[in-house]
């Protein structure tokens, strides 16, 4: 069985540039969330998909863009980075269904994301 | 690797005792709540969950005890090894709020 994979590992952008970040979800998992990791800090939700489309989306502006693909990879796509968007970006992968959140999320390994 | 947790409240225990981690949670509509364990570098790890219509549910090592009435979660780990040291999440369902997290070391 094949975990969650994220890339790149690590990154560095410029102020108000795009970055899109990349997830292959683990086989048999219909579900894909984004969360944001500040150092110090619990993974933030971002929003979820589930069969393409955006099912939840937590307190992040409209720049936090997605997409989830028939293969069930995904893509974080952020436009006019910001510093304060430093941060460990996580994919995590489930079987929830559409009007679920009961079941447990495998992470991958993240992105760390730096803005100067 | 990445270092999680710089500020994090610490428990520090002695090998081969019991760890208990708690967990205070601010929705009273979740129902579903679940245990992660982050080792630096690494993403969240599943270690275990738990339903709200249940109290207690026990893993290897592992046990998870939930009280509604004050929506508190603790997690227990019996034996503590130094592989067990680790940043440790609660996290509830409605929008998969996770925790601020514990950091867990062992010392010998």
């Known amino acids: 069985e094949t975990g969650v994979t994220q890339s790149p590992t690590h990154l560095i952008k410029t102020r108000g540039q795009q970055v899109t970040l990349r997830c292959s979800s683990q086989s048999g998992h219909n579900t894909v969330s984004w969360y944001q990791q500040a150092l110090g800090q619990g993974p933030q939700f971002i929003f979820q998909?589930?069969?393409?489309?955006?099912?939840g989306r937590g307190n992040f502006p409209p720049r936090f863009s997605g997409l989830q693909f028939p293969n069930y990879s995904s893509e974080l796509n952020v436009n006019a980075l910001e510093l304060d968007d430093s941060a460990l970006y996580l994919c995590a992968s489930s079987r929830a269904g559409q009007s679920s959140y009961n079941s447990p999320l495998h992470f991958g390994n993240g992105t760390r994301l730096t803005v100067t | 690797g990445e270092s999680v947790g710089l500020h994090l409240p610490t428990l520090s225990v002695q090998e081969g005792d019991n760890s208990i981690i708690n967990c205070a949670y601010s929705?009273?509509?979740?129902?579903?709540f679940i245990w992660y364990k982050q080792e630096s570098g690494k993403g969240p790890q599943f270690i275990i969950d738990i339903r709200s219509n249940m109290d207690k549910r026990q893993g290897q090592r592992v046990t998870v005890l939930l009280n509604k009435t004050v929506k508190h979660l603790s997690l227990q780990i019996a034996a503590t090894q130094p592989g067990d040291s680790a940043v440790y999440f609660c996290a509830e369902n409605g929008k998969l709020i996770f925790g601020t997290g514990t950091r867990l070391q062992v010392f010998p």
């Open positions: 998909y589930y069969r393409e489309e955006e099912n």
């Open positions: 929705n009273s509509a979740s129902d579903y």
